[in-house]
Antibody, heavy 120, light 107 residues
Framework: QVQLVQSGAEVKKPGASVKVSCKAS????????ISWVRQAPGQGLEWMGW????????NYVQKFQGRVTMTTDTSTSTAYLELRSLRSDDTAVYYC?????????????WGQGTLVTVSS | EIVLTQSPGTLSLSPGERATLSCRAS???????LAWYQQKPGQAPRLLIY???IRATGIPDGFSGSGSGTDFTLTISRLEPEDFAVYYC????????FGGGTKVEIK
């Protein structure tokens, strides 16, 4: 069965970086892409960007350009989200979602979420 | 950027009633690339509908999506206890954006 399992909760100080992982199983990793979505406490969903697990092509939402890097490790079927220069308003649950390999569409499977708390 | 406006913000209904949720786009969504998700507290969202009207795998036929252009609707024919949740629409026709959500609560 398809599963996306994310890394555990993180607490970071303002200005620090965080790297969240998303390990895929139950499907051919390189036949799909991964999108990252975040949700601030009590708020809605916000798309951050997409990466193709086939060739590493990425598309980042302009709001996060320069602060975000999405990568994949095909040897371990794992996707990563790195967010730098953290601010308090980056406090959110970060989700990975299985997407299409050529572009961003919709997400048929999701990880369980990783809570990132940014606090001094 | 396409802005999606969901209404109402909260829908108070009883089990067995019909729920009608609206998602309006600030401009036409190309190819009707519109999806709906259900999210329960403490859980990740679950895909219900894509392509405006195609049910995702395993989704009961009590959930249906309709609409085109700028106006889309999610209908839950008869609310079951497990259907009380927050519902989000998402468009993927031009970049990707989510609506603000509709909470379906027990009346």
């Amino acid at each position: 069965q398809v599963q996306l399992v994310q890394s555990g909760a993180e607490v970071k100080k303002p200005g620090a970086s965080v790297k969240v992982s998303c390990k895929a199983s139950g499907y051919s990793f390189t036949n799909y892409g991964i999108s990252w979505v975040r949700q601030a406490p009590g708020q809605g969903l916000e798309w951050m960007g997409w990466i193709s697990a086939y060739n590493g092509n990425t598309n980042y939402v302009q709001k996060f350009q320069g602060r975000v890097t999405m990568t994949t490790d095909t040897s371990t079927s794992t996707a990563y989200l790195e967010l730098r220069s953290l601010r308090s308003d980056d406090t959110a649950v970060y989700y990975c979602g299985r997407d299409r390999v050529t572009s961003w569409y919709y997400f048929d499977f999701w990880g369980q979420g990783t809570l990132v708390t940014v606090s001094s | 950027e396409i802005v999606l406006t969901q209404s109402p913000g909260t829908l108070s209904l009883s089990p067995g009633e019909r729920a009608t949720l609206s998602c309006r786009a600030s401009q036409s969504v190309s190819n009707n690339y519109l999806a709906w998700y259900q999210q329960k507290p403490g859980q990740a969202p679950r895909l219900l509908i894509y392509g405006a009207s195609i049910r995702a795998t395993g989704i009961p036929d009590g959930f249906s999506g309709s609409g085109s252009g700028t106006d889309f609707t999610l209908t839950i024919s008869r609310l079951e206890p497990e259907d009380f949740a927050v519902y989000y629409c998402q468009q993927y026709g031009s970049s990707l954006t989510f609506g603000g959500g509709t909470k379906v609560e027990i009346k």
